[in-house]
C-alpha cells in the first residue's frame, strides 16, 4: 500500500487489535486494527441517528423575556436566514449543520447494516465514497461551539433556558466521534473485494 | 546498515486509489477515457488533478473574499430604532469590553487567527512547492494536515449570527440583522476548505525524490 500524504509504499502487516501503523517517512496514520469495528461502529451510528432526531425535533435554548418565550432551534434559524433573503447562508448552514451529518450517518447505515448481516449493500463503493467526502462538511461540534457563544452573549440580557435538543446536541458529538474512532475504512474496502 | 532509498507508489509506476486506497498498476488511459479503480470504480489519478492551479485559484479567492469579511457588518443589533452594525473585530472587542475574556479568545482564535493563519499556510506551502523546496518536509505535511483539519471552527461566528437571527419574534425589545459580511466569512472558510482538500501533500516529497533534477 502507499502513504495518502507522500506516497511512499510501505508493506502492509497484520497489526495486533489496538495497534496502529503510521508511515515511515511523514509519520501519517496509514490504518490500525480495532476490536469488532463494524458491530461497534454501526450502535454507534444508531445511536447518533437517534440523538440527531432528538436535537433537531427539540428547542435548542428557551429565550424567556419580559413574559415573552421564544424557543430556538437549530432549523428556525436556518428559517430565519432563508426568510431574510440571505437563502446562500441559509443553505451554507443547512447543508453542514444538518444535511451532512445526516446524510453521513445514513450512509454509514447504509453500508454497515448488510456487512453486519453479512450481506453486500447495493452499489456499496459509491455510498462508502461519500462518507469521507461528506467528512469535512459535517460540522455539528462546531455548530455546538456557535450555540455556546450566542448562548454567553445573550445571558446579560435574557434569560435562557436550555432546551433538550442542547443536550442532544452533545452526545451526538460524542457518539459522531466514536464513530470515525471506530470505523475501519480498510476492512469495509476488504468486505468489498471478498465479497465481488 | 544500508539505508534502502524510499520508494513512492509514483516511481515503481503503480497509482494509490483516492478513495479505497488500493494500490494498481499506472495503466495508459484509452482514448478520452479515464483509468478506473478495480476495486471501487473511482476515477484514479497519481496526484490530485490541477492540484497547484484549482489550489491557488481557491485560495486567492479567499484572500479577495477577507476583504468584505472584515469590513462589512456580520450583523446589525438594531434596538429602539437605534441600529448598531458590527463586524468581526468590533464583536471580538464588544466581548472584551464587556469583560467576557474566555469568550473573547474563542471568538478571535475561531474567527481571526485561524482564517489568517490558514491563507498564510496555504500560500507558504503553494509557494513551496512551486520553488521545489526541499526544507523539512516532515513538517510542512503536519503544517498541512493541520491547516486541513482545523479551518472547520472559523464557522462559529456564522452558526452564532444563524442562533441570534432565530430572535426576530422579540421584535418589540430588539432585532439581530445578519449582514453580508457574514456571507463573504462564509464564504472565505468554504473557499479555504475546497482549496486545502485541492492541495496534495504528495507534493510536497515528489521534490525529495529527484535529486539530480533540481
Ligand atoms: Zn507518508
Ligand atoms: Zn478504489
Not at chain 2, 146 to 156: D, K, L
Not at chain 2, 194 to 213: K, T
Request: glycine share 4%.
Amino acid at each position: 500500500m502507499a502513504c495518502q500524504d507522500c506516497d511512499l509504499l510501505c508493506r502492509k502487516r497484520p497489526l495486533r487489535v489496538g495497534e496502529k501503523a503510521r508511515c515511515a517517512r511523514c509519520g501519517a496514520l496509514l490504518y490500525a486494527r480495532k476490536p469488532n469495528s463494524i458491530e461497534r461502529t454501526l450502535t454507534l451510528a444508531l445511536s447518533a441517528l437517534i440523538l440527531f432526531v432528538l436535537a433537531n425535533a427539540y428547542p435548542l435554548l428557551d429565550f424567556r423575556f419580559q413574559g415573552q418565550t421564544l424557543e430556538i432551534s437549530v432549523i428556525s434559524g436556518v428559517w430565519e436566514l432563508y426568510a431574510r433573503e440571505m437563502w446562500v447562508l441559509a443553505a451554507v448552514v443547512f447543508v453542514v449543520s444538518i444535511l451532512a451529518p445526516l446524510l453521513k450517518i445514513l450512509a454509514l447505515l447504509y453500508v454497515l447494516l448488510p456487512l453486519w448481516l453479512d450481506r453486500q449493500p447495493w452499489r456499496m463503493a459509491r455510498v462508502f465514497r461519500w462518507i469521507e467526502t461528506l467528512h469535512p462538511w459535517a460540522m455539528t461540534e462546531v455548530y455546538l461551539l456557535g450555540v455556546l457563544v450566542a448562548y454567553v452573549k445573550l445571558s446579560d440580557i435574557a434569560t435562557i433556558v436550555p432546551g433538550v435538543a442542547l443536550y442532544a446536541f452533545a452526545m451526538l458529538i460524542v457518539a459522531m466521534a466514536a464513530t470515525d474512532a471506530t470505523l475501519e475504512p480498510e476492512t469495509i474496502w476488504e468486505c468489498l473485494e471478498t465479497q465481488r | 546498515m544500508n539505508r534502502v532509498p524510499p520508494l513512492s507508489a509514483a516511481r515503481a509506476a503503480l497509482v494509490r486509489c483516492h478513495a479505497c486506497h488500493l494500490l494498481s498498476r499506472m495503466q495508459a488511459p484509452p482514448p478520452g477515457g479515464r483509468v478506473l479503480c478495480p476495486r471501487c470504480g473511482a476515477a484514479l489519478h497519481q496526484r490530485k488533478p490541477d492540484s497547484l492551479a484549482r489550489a491557488w485559484a481557491l485560495t486567492l479567492t479567499a484572500c479577495i473574499l477577507y476583504i468584505p469579511a472584515n469590513t462589512l457588518p456580520i450583523m446589525t443589533v438594531v434596538s429602539m430604532g437605534y441600529g448598531e452594525p458590527s463586524t468581526i473585530l468590533s464583536g471580538v472587542q464588544t466581548l472584551i469590553v464587556a469583560g467576557m475574556w474566555p469568550l473573547a479568545l474563542v471568538v478571535f482564535i475561531a474567527s481571526v487567527a485561524v482564517p489568517v493563519l490558514k491563507l498564510l499556510a496555504l500560500i507558504y506551502l503553494l509557494v513551496s512547492v512551486r520553488r521545489k523546496s526541499r526544507w523539512r518536509p516532515r513538517d510542512r505535511t503536519v503544517l498541512y494536515r493541520i491547516t486541513e483539519s482545523v479551518g472547520r471552527w472559523s464557522m462559529v461566528d456564522v452558526f452564532m449570527i444563524a442562533i441570534l437571527a432565530a430572535l426576530v419574534k422579540l421584535g418589540s425589545i430588539a432585532t439581530i440583522e445578519p449582514g453580508a459580511g457574514a456571507l463573504a466569512f462564509a464564504a472565505v472558510v468554504v473557499f479555504t476548505m475546497l482549496a486545502a482538500m485541492s492541495f496534495d501533500p504528495r507534493l510536497i516529497w515528489d521534490a525529495m525524490e529527484n535529486p539530480d533534477e533540481r
